[in-house]
Each structure stands twice: as structure tokens, then as C-alpha cells.
């Protein structure tokens, strides 16, 4: 069956960098994008980017272009996502979600807690 | 992009119908028909219930149901069920391949 399994919780000082991994099996890593979305707590769901794993083309939402940095390695099936230039406004779970064709991710892992504190 | 629009809370008793609005712009919801809807349970990620606006993936119970007019998709959810309680978001392609999510709804089963 379809999984993505994330990294575990990251505690982080505000200024630094977090590197969540995302690894996929039961499906062809390549044929689907991964995207990824940031929920702080309490709040809604906040898309941040996708990535190709077939050419490794990013795109970025504005709002994070310039901090966060998305790759894979299909060698091993798995995306990455890091954040950098943290603050405490970057406390949140973070997940990654495939997608296939445009119909919206379908598969999601179950989330990685990053807590950002001095 | 800013986030689509929608209800914070909406209610209903079991056995009824509630529907949960989602309104966005002409460049996202009005122009693609690319918009999904996802159910969130406390302490879970979120699960696809609808995509492209109206299709439902396999295993997601029929009582879901997406439609879409003009700068507004909706969501319907029939025969409510106790176990139908969690946040919904909905969320739509928007330009140069970007993704937009609604603030998200929280629906309660009376």
C-alpha cells in the first residue's frame, strides 16, 4: 500500500535549519509530485511548494521562496524539504503529500512536529 | 494567493445534510477545475475526500459530494454520521501551478 513516512519531531533555535525527510513506498516515486504543508497548531493548512522527483523541478509558494529549499533522492524514494532562517511563527507540523495529475495530494504522511524556541 | 474563504463552523444533526461553502477568485476556483476537499480528524493528517472538483477516490463514502459555481465549490456531506465530525478544508489550483487552501471549517455533529 501507498506510504510516506516523515522524519520525527525537530526541536530547532530560532535562526537556524530544519530538514525533514519524506520517504515513499508502494507506488513509482517518480510518476507523482510531492508536495509539501505547513499546519501551525491550531490553524489551517498552508501549502509551501512542490517538486518533481522525475526532473527535480520546484515551485515555490512567495510566501517561502528565498527560505525553503524541497529535493529528492530516487535513489531511495524520498523527498526533502528544509526550512531555513526559522522563528517561532515556524512552529508547526509539517507533511508531505503526493500527487498525481493535478487531482489535489491523495496520499499523506503523518506529519512532523518542528518546535522553534530559544 | 490568499486563502479561499470559508465557514468557520457549521453544524448538524445526525442523519441531515449540511453543505460547507469555499469561495475563492477568478483566478483559482473560477478558472480551474481543480479544486479538492479534505477531511481532517484531530491528531491526523488530512484525507482526500474530493477531487476535480466532483470525484470522489476509492473508498470515500458517497454521502460526500463536491459541486462548483462560478468562484464558489461546495461541499455536501448527506446522512451525517458522528464519526463525519472533524475540520474540512478545501483547496484549488491557482496560477503558475500553485495551491491555494481554504481556513478551514470545523463541523460539528450534534
Known amino acids: 500500500q501507498v506510504q510516506l513516512v516523515q522524519s520525527g519531531a525537530e526541536v530547532k533555535k530560532p535562526g537556524t535549519s530544519v530538514k525533514v525527510s519524506c520517504k515513499a513506498s508502494?507506488?513509482?516515486?517518480?510518476?507523482?509530485?510531492i508536495h509539501w504543508v505547513r499546519q501551525a497548531p491550531g490553524q489551517g493548512l498552508e501549502w509551501m511548494g512542490w517538486?518533481?522527483?522525475?526532473?527535480?523541478?520546484?515551485n515555490y509558494a512567495q510566501k517561502f521562496q528565498g527560505r525553503v529549499l524541497m529535493t529528492t533522492d530516487t535513489s531511495i524514494n524520498t523527498a526533502y524539504m528544509q526550512l531555513s532562517g526559522l522563528t517561532s511563527d515556524d512552529t508547526a507540523i509539517f507533511y508531505c503529500?503526493?500527487?498525481?495529475?493535478?487531482?489535489?495530494?491523495?496520499?499523506w504522511g503523518q506529519g512532523t512536529l518542528v518546535s522553534v524556541s530559544s | 494567493q490568499s486563502a479561499l474563504t470559508q465557514p468557520a463552523s457549521v453544524s448538524g444533526s445526525p442523519g441531515q445534510s449540511i453543505t460547507i461553502s469555499c469561495t475563492g477568485t477568478?483566478?483559482?476556483?473560477?478558472?480551474?477545475?481543480?479544486v479538492s476537499w479534505y477531511q481532517q480528524h484531530p491528531g491526523e493528517a488530512p484525507k482526500l475526500i474530493i477531487f476535480e472538483v466532483t470525484k470522489r477516490p476509492s473508498g470515500v463514502s458517497d454521502r460526500f459530494s463536491g459541486s462548483k459555481s462560478g468562484n464558489t465549490a461546495s461541499l455536501t456531506i448527506s446522512g451525517l454520521q458522528a464519526e463525519d465530525e472533524a475540520d474540512y478544508y478545501c483547496?484549488?489550483?491557482?496560477?503558475?501551478?500553485?495551491?491555494?487552501f481554504g481556513g478551514g471549517t470545523k463541523l460539528t455533529v450534534l
Open positions: 503529500a503526493r500527487e498525481w495529475e493535478l487531482r489535489g495530494p491523495d496520499s
Open positions: 477568478g483566478s483559482n476556483i473560477g478558472y480551474y477545475n481543480l
Open positions: 483547496c484549488s489550483y491557482a496560477p503558475i501551478s500553485t495551491l491555494v
Open positions: 508502494g507506488y513509482t516515486f517518480t510518476n507523482y509530485y
Open positions: 517538486i518533481n522527483p522525475n526532473s527535480g523541478g520546484t
